[in-house]
């Protein structure tokens, strides 16, 4: 199991991104106290988001984060209300799956299910 990734973001951009977080599925978690003040953290069962302050976040051109969410279009559903950019894609291993930008502009895969294996 992937325990976290680390993604960067804005000082002025941490609202937005716990709100984006929040939705799926993570919840606040406090850093070690040498990180606060330099990140948030996120988590969801046993799994962490970092997003670390930074001035000029770095967004890779190519690759992104994937979750899967329990109920799939119900995190869509709010992901659209809260007013992100939902773009579906075809199905993989016969499971929906659809791209959303985080705040800071982060590729996110929401997967109804992990792929097989």
Same mark, same amino acid.
């Given at each position: 199991?992937? @325990?976290?990734? $680390?993604? !960067? $973001?804005?000082?002025?951009?941490?609202?937005?991104?716990?709100? %984006? /977080?929040?939705?799926?599925? %993570?919840?606040p978690i406090e850093p070690p106290p040498a990180l606060v003040g330099r990140a948030l953290w996120m988590g969801r069962s046993g799994t962490h988001i970092h997003l670390l302050y930074t001035d000029d976040p770095v967004i890779p051109p190519a690759g992104h984060t994937a979750i899967?969410? =329990?109920?799939?279009? =119900? $995190?869509?559903?709010?992901?659209? =209300?809260?007013? @992100?950019?939902?773009d579906p894609h075809a !199905? @993989? /291993?016969?499971?929906?799956?659809? %791209?959303?930008?985080?705040?800071?502009g982060h590729l996110v895969e929401v997967m109804a299910a992990p792929p097989p294996g």
């Open positions: 199991m992937l @325990h976290h990734v $680390t993604l !960067e $973001t804005r000082r002025e951009d941490a609202e937005a991104a716990v709100a %984006f /977080w929040r939705l799926l599925g %993570f919840e899967v969410a =329990a109920d799939h279009d =119900a $995190t869509l559903a709010a992901l659209r =209300a809260a007013g @992100h950019h939902v !199905e @993989h /291993w016969g499971a929906a799956r659809a %791209f959303v930008k985080d705040p800071s």
